[in-house]
């Protein structure tokens, strides 16, 4: 298996979460994003949306997120699930999942971000408002939906890791890293806290990655 990623992606560090906890073995394609190596025609082959994260995996060229962690659940059932047995706790944790990933992370994504400051001259200080600002709108949902999905505060949902787990920590980072008040979000606090010194997260996590900076 190949993973076209970037250290600091963090869609592809939900699927390198993923693949941990599954216990996948792959290799790192590493694509710089502010050196815009993602646009390459040779990745744009493999990816035409010209992001990241790509699986490479069998002969099948594998592109989104979720639909990989998806793909890895289908593909390989005998290695830890990453989603409930039963229909209505599936939803629960792809609506969490999504919550981050097609609601938070679109808006403050590099290319939106990028577009922000060139085409509508806004400062880096106005992105960085902008920024915080979708991750609280998202992070106050998923507080209550954590609280009313987790047991013990160490995992979104029940007491196992699941793909909403997959798609908090990174968030996370992200959050710590454009400085975002975390305090609002104490239970969503704990349960990253409490993840991120699981092994496998520890081993996704960007400061482990090849291509870290
Ligand atoms: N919805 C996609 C989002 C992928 C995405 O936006 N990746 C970012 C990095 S986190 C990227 O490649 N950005 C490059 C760019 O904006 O040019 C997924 O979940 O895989």
């Known amino acids: 298996m190949k993973l076209h990623s970037f250290f ?3 869609a592809a560090y939900r699927v390198r979460i ?39 995996d069998g002969g099948h060229v594998l592109t989104q997120s979720l639909a990989i962690i998806e793909y890895l659940e289908e593909a390989y059932p ?15 944790v792809r609506a969490m999942s999504q919550a981050i990933a097609c609601d938070i992370h679109p808006l403050n994504n590099l290319r939106v971000l990028a577009y922000m400051k060139s085409a509508m001259g806004q400062s ?3 992105t960085d408002v902008w920024y915080r600002h979708w991750i609280g709108e998202g992070f106050a949902a998923l507080e209550e939906l954590a609280k009313r999905n987790s047991r013990g505060s160490s995992h979104c949902f029940g007491d ?39 092994p496998p997260f520890a081993a996704a996590s960007p400061e482990g990655q090849p291509d870290a900076e």
């Open 8 to 10: 600091r992606s963090s």
């Open 18 to 56: 993923a693949l941990a906890v599954k216990g996948l073995a792959y290799e790192t394609v590493a694509h710089h994003l502010r050196k815009e190596e993602q646009r390459r025609p040779e990745y744009r082959a493999l990816n035409p949306q010209a992001l990241v994260p790509t699986l490479e």
């Open 78 to 92: 005998e290695t830890p699930r990453l989603l409930p047995a039963d229909p209505a706790g599936r939803a629960v």
């Open 124 to 126: 880096q200080e106005a």
């Open 160 to 198: 196992a890791v699941t793909m909403a787990d997959a798609c908090l920590v990174p968030q996370m980072y992200n959050a710590r890293r454009f400085q975002t008040d975390l305090a609002p979000y104490p239970t969503l606090v704990a349960i990253s806290d409490s993840l991120e010194r699981l």
